[in-house]
């Protein structure tokens, strides 16, 4: 074989093996979870970030007062990513993907593409709060609030020295 054709097979071999430049960013972590240039973390039909919380006179946490467990390394790539001290655990985002069904099993709730919540994370990184945004009925409503009880607290993220009242944006499509 003459050397340029030998080139030419290692060339186009080369070029078979680069990654193409333009699609969006993917974090390399396990369970699906991708992280969007917009702050949100997706999975599955699943969309969640952190809105920014402007409250003045929100009560906040010392670090001293709360019980730090070790958070995994998707925990630490879902903090980072949602710019926030409070991380919800590994497998919340997967306890709500599993509900979806659920959500969304009546005629009336069937019609509705996705629902928008807002979730209160207190100082001590329970959930205390959610307003949904979206147009829903009363049924889809009370599904819901079943499925975020069900929801364990937040863990704290070693580095803050005050925890306050933290405010996510949870998108949930059918």
């Known amino acids: ?4 054709r030998i080139f030419t097979y290692i060339s186009f071999i080369l070029f ?3 990654p193409l430049v333009g699609k969006s960013l993917v974090a390399q972590v396990s369970h699906g979870y991708s992280f969007s240039e917009e702050s949100f973390v ?12 402007t409250s003045a006179s929100s009560k906040s946490t010392v670090a001293s ?3 730090f467990a070790p958070l995994t390394t998707i925990e630490n790539n879902l903090a980072k990513n949602l710019n926030s001290h409070w991380v919800w655990s590994e ?5 709500l993907d599993s509900y979806s069904p659920f959500l969304f099993r009546t005629k009336k709730s069937a019609n509705v593409e996705e629902v928008k919540v807002l979730l209160q994370v207190n100082s001590m990184g329970r959930l205390s709060g959610f307003e949904v945004m979206s147009d829903v009925d009363k049924g889809l409503k009370e599904r819901i609030d079943y499925v975020l009880r069900k929801l364990p607290d937040c863990k704290p ?5 005050n925890y306050g009242i ?3 944006e949870l998108i949930i499509k059918k």
């Open 1 to 4: 074989m003459p050397a340029p």
């Open 16 to 18: 078979l093996f680069t």
């Open 42 to 53: 997706e999975y599955h039909n699943l969309r969640i970030r952190s809105v920014d919380n």
């Open 65 to 67: 007062e709360l019980n």
């Open 91 to 95: 497998n919340t985002l997967d306890i």
């Open 157 to 161: 993220v070693p580095g803050y020295e």
């Open 166 to 168: 933290e405010t996510f």
